[in-house]
Nanobody, 121 residues
Framework: QVQLEESGGGLVQAGGSLRLSCAAS??????MGWFRQALGKEREFVAF????????VYAASVKGRFTISRDNAKNSVYLQMNNLKPEDTAIYYC????????????????WGNGTLVTVSS
């Protein structure tokens, strides 16, 4: 049974940092990514990273502030979020796919339950 479990969300002031973690179990994947969904909005792409290496891909809104990384030995992916802004407030979801990475949510086969990030102004 495949499971993705996120952790690390919380409340932080604008300009602060948080680090999200996602531990995967049940199989290995071709790539893993992070998406987020703010209240009343559609789910949007944040970043993805291939398991085999190569440069990560970021949404323009987070590039330069967020860093995605992976630990193959732990089958885990991380999202370091710096210089957080109130507009980053959302539920953040970890996702995994057997392919080569995508910014489209429909390409992902497995999803975690999400972790809430709240950024106060």
């Amino acid at each position: 049974q495949v499971q993705l479990e996120e952790s690390g969300g919380g409340l932080v002031q604008a300009g602060g940092s948080l680090r999200l973690s996602c531990a995967a179990s049940g199989r290995t994947f071709g790539s893993m990514g992070w998406f987020r969904q703010a209240l009343g909005k559609e789910r949007e792409f944040v970043a993805f990273i291939k398991w085999s290496g190569g440069s990560p891909v970021y949404a323009a809104s987070v590039k330069g502030r967020f860093t995605i990384s992976r630990d193959n030995a732990k089958n885990s992916v991380y999202l370091q979020m710096n210089n957080l802004k109130p507009e980053d407030t959302a539920i953040y979801y970890c996702a995994a796919e057997v392919g080569y990475g995508s910014s489209w949510a429909g390409d992902y086969d497995y999803w975690g339950n999400g972790t809430l990030v709240t950024v106060s102004s």
